[in-house]
């Protein structure tokens, strides 16, 4: 089974700054995706950004953008300039490119921004 | 719709009471899933529906939980005789079926969450 591991509970970052979350995962895939999803206090899921592990480019998205390690089965999320909103808990997650297959999250981080 | 919407949104029952928690998923997405998040932890898959297959309950807790899809679209998560550690959110989200080629088919999107409180 795919396992997703986030290290760090919280984090905190000063408002303009840049801040990179870890994530680590274990599969035996060769194809599969991975995932940062935000969750504000709203509680509603939004997902960052997304990375097809067929893709050696990292994905980016404005000021978020991913250090993609295959081989080292790691996933972390840069976010730079930093901004109040940021703040929240954010989500990785795995999941396979069968047809039939569900996200496997990891326990999430939580951040703050500083202002 | 727009969106995935979860009814309720907060839900408060006494121990013992059935209760039952509704997701209307984005149209024409085929693929619905039901997490639980409960204080401070990650998302807990529970089940998952991909069109008329049949559903992936590997999650699921303890035959107190259960969930229906009906026509293909609203789905229902019911937790009978409900205990204190279920209190949790429960999450739902949607899909269009992965490798469809579908725009956004290996993503989910995600409702909005019911709160269940058992007091």
């Known amino acids: 089974a795919q396992t997703v591991t986030q290290s760090q509970p919280e984090m905190s970052v000063q408002e303009a700054e840049t801040v990179t979350l870890s994530c680590t995962y274990d599969?035996?895939?060769?194809?599969?995706?991975l995932f940062w999803y935000k969750q504000p206090p709203s509680r509603q899921m939004i997902l960052v950004i997304r990375?097809?592990?067929?893709?050696?480019q990292n994905a980016t998205e404005n000021r978020f953008s991913v250090n993609f390690q295959k081989a080292a089965k790691s996933f972390s999320l840069k976010i730079s300039d930093s901004q109040l909103g940021d703040a929240a808990m954010y989500f990785c997650?795995?999941?396979?490119?069968?047809?039939?297959?569900?996200?496997?999250f990891g326990k999430g981080i939580t951040l703050s921004v500083r202002p | 719709g727009a969106g995935v919407s979860q009814s309720p949104s907060n839900k408060v029952t006494e121990k013992g009471k059935d209760v039952e928690l509704r997701c209307d998923p984005i149209?024409?997405?085929?693929?619905l899933y039901w997490y639980r998040q409960s204080l401070g932890q990650g998302l807990e898959f529970l089940i998952y529906?991909?069109?008329?297959?049949?559903?992936?309950k590997s999650g699921l807790p303890s035959d107190r939980f259960s969930a229906e899809r009906t026509g293909g679209s609203v789905s229902t998560l019911t937790i009978q005789r409900t205990q204190q550690e279920d209190s949790a959110v429960y999450l739902c989200?949607?899909?269009?079926?992965?490798?469809?080629?579908?725009?956004?088919?290996?993503?989910?999107?995600f409702g909005a969450g019911s709160r269940l409180t058992v007091l």
């Open positions: 529906f991909q069109g008329n297959s049949a559903p992936d």
């Open positions: 599969t035996s895939e060769s194809d599969y995706y």
């Open positions: 997650a795995y999941r396979s490119a069968g047809a039939n297959s569900k996200l496997t």
């Open positions: 149209s024409g997405h085929t693929a």
């Open positions: 990375q097809e592990a067929y893709k050696q």
């Open positions: 989200a949607s899909s269009p079926r992965l490798g469809s080629g579908a725009s956004g088919a290996n993503v989910l999107t």
